[in-house]
């Protein structure tokens, strides 16, 4: 068998450009403080945070989700918090009955409470499904938080909260969202511990 090639200058070029991405985020840290105090307050309150995204950032939304109810680090009380991506006989039944574009919409019409949180990911910001959920979010007296790539997309400008990740490249701006969602997390617990 043939030795695969791999070619070691193009693995440091993306290990670079990840560290220039996620180093970006450091000219954002009012904004995610902000965050940070927007869900901190709402869990004080009472109140759930509920995540959503499509691929990649919907992984992101189950990994903030929870992370959330279970545990970042130290032992502390679970916190409420439900990613939309989450129930799949939810997705099916409501794309089925409604369509894709409601997906996440009609469970923020059934599960949001003003004073919730909601957590939209997008690296791009043009899923209509995501925006009609902000909509929806917004009806129910919801706050939104929007992590956004590129330029921010049709979602630019909407939420209560926005980080824009600059960058073309989807897996940069995803790994930076990453980041971001630690940071909360680590916010967030150390509110708690």
């Given at each position: 068998m043939?030795?695969?090639?791999?070619?070691?200058?193009?693995?440091?070029?993306?290990?670079?450009?990840?560290?220039?991405?996620?180093?970006?985020?450091?000219?954002?840290?009012?904004?995610?403080?902000?965050?940070?105090?927007?869900?901190?307050?709402?869990?004080?309150s009472?109140?759930?945070?509920?995540?959503?995204?499509?691929?990649?950032?919907?992984?992101?939304?189950?990994?903030?989700?929870?992370?959330?109810?279970?545990?970042?680090?130290?032992?502390?009380?679970?916190?409420?918090?439900?990613?939309?991506?989450?129930?799949?006989?939810?997705l099916?039944?409501?794309?089925?009955?409604?369509?894709?574009?409601?997906?996440?919409?009609?469970?923020?019409?059934?599960?949001?409470?003003?004073?919730?949180?909601?957590?939209?990911?997008?690296t791009?910001?043009?899923?209509?499904?995501?925006?009609?959920?902000?909509?929806?979010?917004?009806?129910?007296?919801?706050?939104?938080?929007?992590?956004?790539?590129?330029?921010?997309?049709?979602?630019?400008?909407?939420?209560?909260?926005?980080?824009?990740?600059?960058?073309q490249?989807?897996?940069?701006?995803?790994?930076?969202h990453?980041?971001?969602?630690?940071?909360?997390?680590?916010?967030?617990?150390?509110?708690?511990?």
């Amino acid at each position: 068998m043939k030795k695969a090639k791999v070619d070691a200058a193009r693995l440091k070029r993306a290990i670079a450009d990840s560290a220039r991405t996620v180093k970006s985020l450091g000219a954002q840290t009012d904004a995610i403080s902000a965050v940070c105090r927007t869900i901190i307050e709402a869990f004080r309150s009472g109140n759930k945070v509920l995540t959503a995204g499509h691929g990649g950032s919907a992984a992101e939304a189950l990994h903030m989700a929870e992370e959330f109810v279970g545990r970042f680090r130290a032992d502390r009380v679970s916190l409420p918090a439900i990613a939309l991506v989450a129930d799949c006989t939810a997705l099916t039944c409501i794309g089925n009955d409604y369509g894709f574009e409601k997906l996440f919409s009609r469970q923020v019409e059934g599960l949001g409470k003003p004073g919730d949180v909601l957590v939209l990911l997008s690296t791009s910001g043009n899923a209509t499904n995501l925006k009609l959920a902000l909509d929806a979010a917004r009806a129910k007296g919801m706050t939104t938080v929007c992590l956004l790539g590129r330029d921010g997309g049709k979602l630019a400008g909407l939420g209560d909260h926005e980080l824009v990740v600059k960058g073309q490249a989807t897996e940069r701006i995803q790994e930076a969202h990453q980041v971001v969602i630690h940071l909360i997390l680590d916010a967030v617990e150390a509110a708690y511990v």
